[in-house]
């Protein structure tokens, strides 16, 4: 079974400064995908990264960054200097590489409140 | 079009009739999902097509849920008898294999 937990549910910052949100996962497979979407209030999920479970790497794109760790089964995704375009509530989730099973399990989300 | 289509954006419906959502995939994407994001919750998986086959109904609520895909394209979601508890936004994600999914915009439907 596969299951992926963001334990933070909200967390609201001024802007500029920094917010890492917080995903960890379980999944008996060996190999697998971990995605990060953000849902602006419009509603619309926007895909934001995937990540292969072989690539440990950390990414870096603009002010966003994140952080892979196969050994604590997180992949965790921070924000720096922060801005109010992104509140949104973000969604961490885990898809098999492989097999007949590909939906994507997702974490319940958080919501990311930037105040000016 | 570019992205995902869902039609109708929003339903309303009494408690107990029939509805039918609609989603048009990317052309050329193989794979097709539904979800379900009710207030508040995540999202919770339906069903996958690949092609017009679906491997994978497991999160079908009810029997009161089908679904079908035509042609390797279009997926119509249906609800028969309608209950409170299916209000949602439903919606569709299309993909090739190996690659990460597009979201429609979804349905709002709200059963009174």
């Known amino acids: 079974a596969q299951k992926v937990t963001q334990a933070q549910t909200e967390i609201s910052v001024v802007e500029k400064e920094d917010v890492t949100l917080d995903c960890v996962y379980e999944?008996?497979?060996?190999?697998?995908?971990l995605f990060w979407y953000k849902q602006p209030p419009s509603g619309e999920l926007v895909f934001l990264i995937r990540r292969n479970s072989f690539d440990e790497q950390n990414e870096i794109s603009g002010r966003y960054s994140w952080n892979f760790q196969k050994s604590t089964s997180s992949f965790n995704f921070t924000i720096t200097a922060s801005q109010v375009v992104d509140s949104a509530v973000y969604f961490c989730?885990?898809?098999?590489?492989?097999?007949?099973?590909?939906?994507?399990?997702f974490g319940k989300g958080i919501t990311l409140s930037v105040r000016p | 079009g570019a992205g995902v289509s869902q039609s109708p954006s929003n339903k309303v419906t009494e408690k107990g009739k029939d509805v039918e959502l609609r989603c048009d995939p990317i052309s050329g994407h193989t794979a097709l999902y539904w979800y379900r994001q009710s207030l508040g919750q995540g999202l919770e998986f339906l069903i996958y097509?690949?092609?017009?086959?679906?491997?994978?109904k497991s999160g079908l609520p009810s029997d009161r849920f089908s679904a079908e895909r035509t042609g390797g394209s279009v997926s119509t979601l249906t609800i028969q008898r309608t209950q409170q508890e299916d209000s949602a936004v439903y919606l569709c994600?299309?993909?090739?294999?190996?690659?990460?999914?597009?979201f429609g915009p979804g349905t709002r439907l709200t059963v009174l």
């Open positions: 999944t008996r497979d060996t190999t697998y995908y």
């Open positions: 989730a885990l898809k098999a590489r492989t097999g007949a099973n590909s939906k994507l399990t």
């Open positions: 097509f690949q092609g017009n086959s679906a491997p994978d």
């Open positions: 994600a299309s993909s090739l294999v190996g690659t990460s999914y597009t």
